[in-house]
């Protein structure tokens, strides 16, 4: 495959998850908000905005923080993510189904609206819902081939690295109080909540939560199953014979969540998300210098924002 379409497909699957991730941690963090039973100060905010990948300082209040995270332009954003997919998915058209094509075609022009200022919830979930559309057609009506593998890889790392920042973050944040309500909203930061309750009897706990989030080999929301489809992917791309870089480095991941401890990440998440992010910015290297375009692949690793996206030629 052309190293300028594997880019673009890799980055269709990697900006449609960071739009629902973002989508989904903004909507339980502002009903987080409302439930609380004391007014949210603004540190509240600044450790959301940091938590989805902006500068904390950018914005102290819901509004500012609503804001930034659907339309803002300087960092991830709900609309710059889908904006992004779409321009990716115009440069493979030809290789992606039409109603796939066209649905991430009107999320996007639906997403340049401002209906979000009249009601976030619909708007929100109107994003989370069409990008599970898009991931039904890809998987139903998408031929599994390469094509097909390169979207599951961007998605995949993206997934494992977002999940990663968010329990590492929580744990960092939460470790003097275990609010079991703070840690139901980091379930449902990623659509666990009920899959959580279905396995465990017992309350929601810190480090269940870190056990079912980050290792957990069934849930498809997991970093370590999402490592894990990410290494399927290349293993594919690779045509089973070949042991890449990106392969090596994809397999280092998943043994790395494989082989942690959820009550040593519990006491040392920064050091945790650390040499995660270490080995993702080794497989955004490899991954360029074996598969894409490298002048077309921002230097960014996979979780944080920003990046230039290949152009139609």
């Known amino acids: ?43 509240f905010w600044i450790r959301f905005m940091e938590l989805a990948g902006w500068p904390g300082g950018m914005a102290d209040s819901r509004d500012q923080a609503v804001s930034t995270i659907v339309t803002g332009s300087g960092g991830p954003s709900v609309r710059a993510s889908v904006a992004a997919a779409r321009s990716a998915a115009q440069v493979v058209r030809p290789s992606l189904p039409t109603e796939l094509y066209e649905q991430v075609n009107a999320l996007h022009w639906r997403v340049q ?10 708007s929100m979930t109107d994003v989370q819902l069409t990008i599970r559309l898009v991931d039904g057609l890809l998987e139903d009506t998408m031929t599994h081939d390469e094509a097909r593998e390169f979207v599951r890889l961007g998605k995949f790392v993206e997934r494992a690295a977002n999940v990663t920042t968010l329990v590492t973050h929580k744990s960092a944040e939460l470790a003097e109080a275990e609010d079991p309500i703070e840690w139901t909203a980091v379930l449902r930061c990623c659509f666990a909540f009920e899959s959580y309750q ?9 480090e269940r939560v870190i056990e079912f989030l980050l290792l957990d080999t069934r849930l498809p929301r997991s970093a370590r199953f999402a490592a894990g489809v990410a290494l399927s992917a290349v293993t594919k791309i690779d045509a089973g014979g070949r042991r890449s870089r990106p392969r090596r480095l994809l397999a280092r991941l998943e043994s790395k969540f494989e082989l942690a401890d959820p009550a040593w990440v519990a006491l ?3 050091q945790f998300e650390a040499e995660v992010r270490a080995l993702l910015r080794l497989l955004e290297v490899a991954l360029r210098d074996t598969y894409f375009h490298p002048s077309k692949v921002s230097g960014t690793i996979f979780g944080e924002g920003g990046g230039t996206m290949p152009q139609q030629q």
């Open 268 to 270: 040392n998440p920064r």
């Open 1 to 43: 495959m052309l190293s300028r379409a594997a880019t673009s497909l890799a980055l269709l699957g990697r900006h449609l998850e960071r739009a629902d991730n973002l989508a989904r941690i903004l909507g339980v963090h502002v009903a987080l908000a409302l439930d609380r039973s004391d007014e949210p100060g603004p540190t």
């Open 113 to 122: 609206r401002d209906a979000w200022q009249r009601d976030l919830y619909p």
């Open 198 to 206: 279905s396995r465990y009897s017992a309350p929601v706990t810190p």
